[in-house]
């Protein structure tokens, strides 16, 4: 037993934090100013940061996770107790969770083939469907999962058509593009997430980005408790502790200078995975025109959900992780009792797909040894 473990090859991630020269310095710059809180110039300099980078006159608001982001999101759309909320079901629970935290009702919407996200021609079927209905959805949850950006124009049209804000979940989409311009910055709002295992890190966090100063002031109102204005705790609104913490935003701002290096890297593993292994038996998924993916995972769809995991096992014998694709939201045995609105696209992507390691700090080596498993196949 004991020969076998130390036999073992080191453990290769599907995605792990990755860290620059500076993070280091930061936090180091928090600790010895006793900036231990919620507080201080690493969270404005993170948000100034993004800003910097995402561009289109956004307001970054720093948050203690992604999830947090979607929750103000929804409350700062107006979305309460009995709404509607279409939000895409191919995709992370977080996405839908905070519908159910105020009250509201996810509608979920299948995706599209092209991209795997949200199908606007379903999701304007849907908003047709409900508005018969008698609900007009208050909000839409689109995202764009595992880096390859959603049809951003053709969604924001539908949006604008009917008047729902869009909220735009680019919680794994940090530096992917369509037409130049930025992911988290088509929607009314959009957010990221910085948990571990995503393309940077501030180990646990995420931001909300806004139009305006004003929203901005409004967001860190209510990720501060919503405190009103008196020289006592008075309070007219419930408020929430969602503020990042400024020891942690000190990981971001030494992130945010090496992220278009991640890009790069993680465009590099896609490339080098397509090049591989493209005349297999697997499908890609690629970038239709315009389109940049952070390609923060390498996914590949295989012949048959057996196939998938005999590929999946042979790599966890060899201490490979792999995962299969997000099990849609109208499949969860939370989430069943919810409408849907179903083309099977995302069933079929769950059945035979395969989150490959992604991480921007794999070696040559670490690439050969999953990609040897892969090539038995
Ligand atoms: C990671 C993720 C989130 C949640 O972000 P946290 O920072 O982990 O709360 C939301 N949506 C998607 C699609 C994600 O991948």
């Known amino acids: 037993m004991e020969s076998n473990l130390a036999n073992k090859e080191k453990k290769i991630w599907l995605s792990s934090p990755h860290l620059g020269q500076n993070e280091q310095t930061y936090v180091q710059e928090a600790l010895d100013g006793n900036w231990v809180a919620p507080l201080g110039s690493n969270i404005t300099d993170f948000e100034q940061g993004l800003q910097n980078y995402i561009k289109e006159n956004k307001y970054v608001v720093a948050l203690n996770s992604g999830t947090a982001a979607i929750h103000l999101a929804l409350i700062m759309a107006g979305v309460g ?87 735009e979940d680019s919680a794994e989409a940090l530096g992917s593009k369509v037409d130049e311009k930025y992911c988290g910055t088509f929607g009314l709002y959009g957010i990221f997430s910085f948990n571990g295992n995503k393309i940077i890190t501030t180990s646990g966090g995420g931001t909300l980005i806004v139009n305006s100063e004003k929203e901005k002031e409004k967001a860190i109102y209510l990720a501060t408790q919503a405190k009103d204005q008196a020289p006592h705790f008075q309070h007219s609104q419930i408020g929430y502790n969602y503020r990042m913490s400024n020891v942690l935003a000190g990981i971001g701002k030494g992130q945010l200078e090496v992220l278009e290096d991640r890009v790069k890297t993680r465009r590099r593993i896609f490339d080098r995975y397509f090049e591989e292994l493209k005349n297999l038996d697997f499908k890609f998924l690629e970038e239709p025109k315009g389109f940049k993916s952070n390609r923060w995972l390498t996914t590949i769809q295989t012949p048959s959900f057996q196939t998938r995991e005999k590929i999946r096992k042979a790599l966890e014998i060899k201490n490979i992780e792999s995962r299969p694709l997000w099990k849609p939201m109208h499949l969860q045995p939370v989430f069943k009792n919810c409408k849907a609105y179903i083309s099977g696209v995302s069933e079929n992507l769950f059945e035979k797909g395969l989150c490959l390691p992604s991480s921007s700090n794999l070696t040559e080596k670490d690439l050969g040894r999953i990609i040897e498993v892969l090539k038995k196949f």
């Open 81 to 167: 107790v009995g709404d509607e909320v279409l939000c895409q079901s191919f995709t992370f629970s977080a996405s839908a969770n905070p519908i159910v935290y105020l009250g509201a009702k996810p509608v979920f919407v299948d995706s599209e083939k092209d991209t795997w996200n949200m199908c606007p021609m379903l999701l304007e079927e849907a908003i047709k469907e409900r508005i018969l209905n008698g609900v007009k959805p208050k909000a839409i949850i689109a995202v764009h999962l595992y880096g390859m950006p959603y049809k951003a124009q053709q969604i924001s049209i539908i949006g604008k058509k009917y008047n729902i804000p869009i909220i």
